[in-house]
């Protein structure tokens, strides 16, 4: 596609519920990053992929977060038991390779509210 | 210490003046460095980036990036009031991987 699509692009959800949100990379781009955003407040690394190599996940706030990529496509960023802290923008990502002077681009984010 | 540091703001600038942000970063083994604009409500987007060291200029924007100093900064020439929203200054470390970014720059272009 032209450029990286998020789905959906807001979510409601009850606390404790669980959330899947989606990310679509721009075609060719073998890097893939998930940040958060809170309100007013800067981007957070969330996790990255590489190709076919392990993820770094060091940025996951807790084991209620997990992600997953199959190959060089789409990516699933899943919150199990919302909290309310949770509200926030995720913003996926992607870069052409993991080279130095690759760049990022964004995709419009998924609003997440957790009542 | 913050990864990468950035003033708030707001920075508030007459129209047709020029803006100056500012960015400092802690990890000395740093590659590269990103500019991004993002607008309340909305993604970042790429102005410009840079690894080597001096400046590098892209219409009325200008990156200058000072590796001794753990300095680089984003000169905006002729401001404009659309050019008002938030710059976030991101760094790529050592690693080549993530990038991290500053909690950005709000700039205010009054007309």
């Known amino acids: 596609g032209a450029g990286v699509s998020q789905s959906p692009s807001n979510k409601v959800t009850e606390k404790g519920k669980d959330v899947e949100l989606r990310c679509d990379p721009i075609?060719?781009?073998?890097?893939l990053y998930w940040y958060r955003q809170r309100l007013g407040q800067g981007l957070e690394f969330l996790i990255y992929?590489?190709?076919?190599?392990?993820?770094?996940k060091s940025g996951l706030p807790s084991d209620r977060f997990s992600a997953e990529r199959t190959g060089e496509s789409v990516s699933t960023l899943t919150i199990q038991r919302t909290q309310q802290e949770d509200s926030a923008v995720y913003l996926c990502?992607?870069?052409?390779?993991?080279?130095?002077?690759?760049?990022?681009?964004f995709g419009n984010g998924t609003r997440l509210t957790v009542t | 210490q913050k990864e990468v540091e950035q003033n708030s703001g707001p920075l508030s600038v007459p129209e047709g003046a020029i803006a100056s942000l500012n960015c400092t970063y802690s990890?000395?083994?740093?590659?590269?460095f990103f500019w991004y604009r993002q607008y309340s409500g909305k993604s970042p987007e790429l102005i410009m980036f840079?690894?080597?060291?001096g400046d590098k200029e892209d219409g009325r924007f200008t990156a200058q990036l000072n590796k001794a100093s753990q300095y680089v900064s984003l000169l905006i020439r002729d401001s404009q009031p659309s050019d008002s929203a938030t710059y976030l200054c991101?760094?790529?470390?050592?690693?080549?991987?993530?990038?991290?970014f500053g909690t950005g720059t709000r700039l205010l272009v009054s007309p």
């Open positions: 990502a992607s870069s052409l390779n993991a080279n130095y002077n690759s760049p990022l681009h």
């Open positions: 075609s060719g781009h073998t890097a």
């Open positions: 992929f590489q190709g076919n190599s392990a993820p770094d």
């Open positions: 990890d000395r083994g740093s590659q590269s």
């Open positions: 840079i690894y080597s060291n």
């Open positions: 991101a760094v790529r470390n050592t690693g080549f991987q993530k990038l991290v």
